[in-house]
């Protein structure tokens, strides 16, 4: 159980164009979904947290108009990284609470889904 | 200020020795705990939580001191599959969310 499944794993685009990333939880239902950032060699940055049916939440310095976040179901959430330049080439992961953590964890594990390369040409 | 710190790394040990990672947090009002283990190239993967009494899992043992901000994680008999660089991962609550803080991670490498 808790199987969070992204697409597209890879993508390459040119400077300019839109890129849509998304997010499932396959096996159980997800009101809150991450999404992080990791260049490589540092460590994940959260960039905003997805709640189903509401607004995504924006850490600081992330363009909210920039990186699209919908949550439009409890298994999917999408990123759209619009107008990616060759500085947004990243390596985009999201991940999923999982509502039934172990005891004592307070339900607040995260799975997370295998990540999206994204390189911007 | 939150923030997650870990041993720089890397670490380089021959299988089947054990080796301790250890994590301190500075947010004394952090509620979970957890350790994540990251393949090069790859998403992070839930390695353990770790509770208050300190738990074990097999070769892997998780232990938390609240009232240093401690946590530790012991790998026993090390595998060369082990070579990943973990991650400190702690769980800070506030404003209704739900955010985990990630350390940079400590880099293992298992040598035969």
């Known amino acids: 159980g808790a199987v969070v499944s992204q697409h597209p794993s890879w993508v390459i685009c040119k400077s300019g164009t839109s890129v849509k990333i998304e997010c499932r939880s396959l096996d159980f239902q997800a009101t809150t979904m991450f999404w992080y950032r990791q260049f490589p060699k540092q460590s994940l940055m959260l960039m905003a947290t997805s709640n189903e049916g509401s607004k995504a939440t924006y850490e600081q310095g992330v363009e909210k108009d920039k990186f699209l976040i919908n949550h439009a179901s409890l298994t999917l959430s999408t990123l759209t990284v619009t107008s990616a330049h060759p500085e947004d080439s990243s390596f985009y992961i999201c991940s999923a609470q999982y509502p039934g953590g172990k005891k004592g964890a307070g339900g607040y594990e995260q799975y997370f889904g295998p990540g999206t390369r994204l390189t911007v040409t | 200020r939150k923030e997650v710190e870990q041993d720089p790394g890397p670490f380089n040990v021959p299988e089947g020795a054990t080796v301790a990672f250890n994590c301190t947090y500075s947010n004394s009002a952090s509620q979970s705990f957890f350790w994540y283990r990251q393949d090069c190239r790859k998403e992070p993967k839930l390695l353990m939580s770790v509770y208050s009494s300190g738990n074990e899992d097999g070769r892997f043992t998780a232990q938390l001191n609240r009232a240093s901000q401690y946590i530790s994680l012991l790998i026993r008999d090390s595998k060369l599959s082990d070579s990943a660089t973990y991650l400190c991962?702690?769980?800070?609550?506030?404003?209704?969310?739900?955010?985990?803080?990630f350390g940079k991670g400590t880099k293992l490498s298992v040598i035969p």
């Open positions: 991962v702690v769980f800070y609550p506030g404003a209704g969310s739900y955010q985990l803080t």
